[in-house]
């Protein structure tokens, strides 16, 4: 059983910065794949990026340039850190845990708030 606690939400202005922690409970060396998804009010739930324990990171394209996740293995902490923030990156946003690649994720957390105000 992996444990994700996602923090870093919160209110900011249009063309704000905001970054998003996601801490395991274990060693994320034993994740192929953290993600982070996000869910608008009335919207299905959305892949924003995604980061391996190979290195490699995907994005959605509207997000591709403005938001960069990184891990940090010493913390077993995933980030996002979000610049340039619309109103359209309002949502409630997700880590997940993938332990074997091509899979489906196998945890979720709970989900922390972002709402960006125009």
């Known amino acids: 059983q992996v444990q994700l606690v996602e923090s870093g939400g919160g209110l900011v202005q249009a063309g704000g910065s905001l970054t998003l922690s996601c801490e395991a409970s274990?060693?994320?060396?034993?994740?192929?794949?953290i993600r982070w998804y996000r869910q608008a009010p009335g919207k299905l739930r959305e892949l924003v990026a995604g980061?391996?324990?190979?290195?490699?990171?995907h994005y959605v394209d509207s997000v591709k340039g403005r938001f960069t996740i990184s891990r940090d293995n010493a913390r077993n902490t995933v980030y996002l850190q979000m610049n340039s923030l619309k109103p359209d990156d309002t949502a409630v946003y997700y880590c997940a845990a993938v332990l074997r690649l091509g899979s489906e994720p196998d945890y979720w957390g709970q989900g922390t708030q972002v709402t960006v105000s125009s």
């Open positions: 274990e060693s994320i060396f034993r994740i192929d794949v």
């Open positions: 980061s391996t324990k190979g290195g490699s990171t």
